[in-house]
């Protein structure tokens, strides 16, 4: 047993125990976890009947729930993207109030006729700026690895939360790398899809020129494969549904990223564990082809810029159409704004027409090589408070972001999926992230690979699935 959602599903299907006792059990977690500071809105009421109704279903209509493939299974929101009807989002700001009312996006639809049981919403720095979650509206939430450290932004609290095993999976946003790296923190899978593959409507405005997609932080890759199976497709608007390719049986070109450069330097054991994968990869019969950093160091500069100067626009042009008052912010959300505002039109097209070159680059490189593998972070998750958000250098916080996961935005810039997961772990415990690329619509080739690395087992959870029969 892996200890993971699909786990879960099948005890909830054979009957070992009910969806609501696996709801109880994650209520019960969550509150003993509350000091993790992973979850900012918790509904023990919503989480109760809907484990209820799936109850229900397993009773009377046995074939339409086990056509769902996570019936049951409890599950947490994110608390920026969906909406989900009835969990009132803030984004973590003071700039709106927990109020319902929303319907469902599309992909919360598909999160609810999955299966999942959805009882609260998870941390989230304000307006997803941070690769850190920690906003001002609290908590603050820790690594459960080690509470002392960061457990990533901005899906920290999804991550931390499963980590912590209070839900087995939970819904996560990608929009600078906010699945991957707090996955990388927390032990975790975490995978952006290709542009367009997962729904955005009914309401567009979340997917900030293309650079955003969601999905899930997951405890295993058979798990990021099924959300993923059951999540996809069918994407109306406002970008191109990709076609996917089936997964390659064959003999692949690892590209192999083992350097940062001197101004992104990555710690050797981070480095050591992309070149351990790549050994994997390659006893497995895979041609492994050397990539230097001067391959990408443009691309990761303009991928940057492109996120700067698309978060800032985004965030001024939502405060002047919503007429929020924006004093009541923090200090790096109005400087972001301020920036977004002072930014000239002709200067946001130049970014726009560089991320164009950033894809035009990367699918260069994949006339060469079939999937790129590259670290995920360039050090062991930053202490708590690493990235604070009480001044206005909006330089000075990139900066920091990129130090951190200089490679994270590519994907993001690009629309290329790229998954991320632990490989072996330091000499503190922490985990050894490793992130694979791939062209888009393979996803099924990130997942297979995924998938060989996670069979070596150099990685293990360190909490149980809450409710999971042992």
């Known amino acids: 047993m892996r200890g993971d959602a699909t786990d879960l599903a099948a005890a909830i299907r054979h009957g070992k125990l009910s969806a ?57 929101a994110k608390d920026l993207g969906g909406p989900f009807a009835g969990l009132p989002a803030t984004a973590g700001s003071r700039l709106f109030e927990r109020r319902g009312g929303e319907a469902d996006s599309d992909l919360a639809a598909r999160f609810r006729d999955a299966g999942f049981c959805l009882f609260g919403l998870t941390t989230s720095p304000e307006f997803g700026l941070s690769l ?40 996560a946003t990608d929009a600078g ?55 996809s497709g069918k994407s109306r608007g406002p970008f191109p549904d990709p076609s996917l390719v089936e997964s390659d049986d064959g003999r692949l070109r690892i590209g192999l990223l083992a350097d940062t450069g001197s101004a992104y330097p990555t710690k050797d054991d981070r480095l050591a564990a992309v070149e351990a994968a790549a050994r ?23 991928g940057g810029r492109a996120f700067a100067d698309i978060v800032s626009v ?38 726009l027409y560089d991320a164009v070159l950033v894809s035009r680059n990367l699918w260069a490189l994949y006339d060469r090589v079939d999937c790129i593998l590259m670290p995920m972070l360039s050090s062991a998750p930053l202490a708590i408070g690493s990235f604070p958000s009480d001044h ?25 999926p790229a998954l991320t997961l632990p490989f072996g772990q330091d000499e503190h415990a922490m985990p050894l992230p490793v992130q694979i690329m791939a062209p888009m619509g393979h996803e099924p080739r990130l997942l297979s690979l995924a998938a060989r690395l996670e069979a070596e087992e150099r990685w293990q959870h360190r909490f149980p699935v809450a409710g999971l029969p042992s």
């Open 20 to 76: 609501a006792e696996a709801m109880q059990a994650s209520l019960e977690a969550a509150v003993l976890q509350e000091p993790l500071g992973a979850i900012a809105y918790l509904d023990a009421v919503m989480g109760r009947a809907s484990a209820e109704v799936r109850d229900s279903e397993r009773r009377n209509e046995p074939d339409r729930f086990s056509a769902r493939r996570f019936a049951g299974v409890p599950s947490l």
């Open 132 to 171: 850190a979650s920690e906003p001002a509206i609290g908590p603050i939430c820790h690594n459960p690895l080690d509470p002392a450290r960061t457990a990533g932004g901005s899906s920290g609290g999804a991550a931390a939360a499963v980590a912590a095993g209070i839900v087995a999976i939970a819904h």
């Open 177 to 231: 790398g906010s699945i991957r790296v707090p996955a990388a923190c927390c032990g975790l899978v975490g995978m952006k899809p290709t542009r367009g593959a997962i729904p955005g409507g009914p309401s567009f405005g979340n997917h900030l020129a293309g650079i955003a997609s969601e999905l899930a932080v997951c405890r295993s890759v058979r798990d990021t494969a099924l959300i993923f199976d059951r999540l």
């Open 280 to 302: 994997v990869l390659e006893s497995d019969g895979h041609e492994v082809v050397p990539l230097a950093w001067s391959e990408f160091e443009w691309s990761v500069a303009a």
């Open 314 to 351: 985004n965030l001024a042009a939502l405060i002047e159409a919503a007429a929020l008052d924006e004093s009541r912010a923090e200090s790096l959300t109005q400087a972001f704004a301020a920036r977004g505002r002072a930014l000239s039109a002709t200067s946001l097209w130049s970014t």
């Open 392 to 416: 206005a250098d909006t330089d000075l916080h990139l900066e920091r972001m990129t130090a951190f996961a200089p490679l994270a935005c590519l994907a993001n810039t690009s629309g290329f």
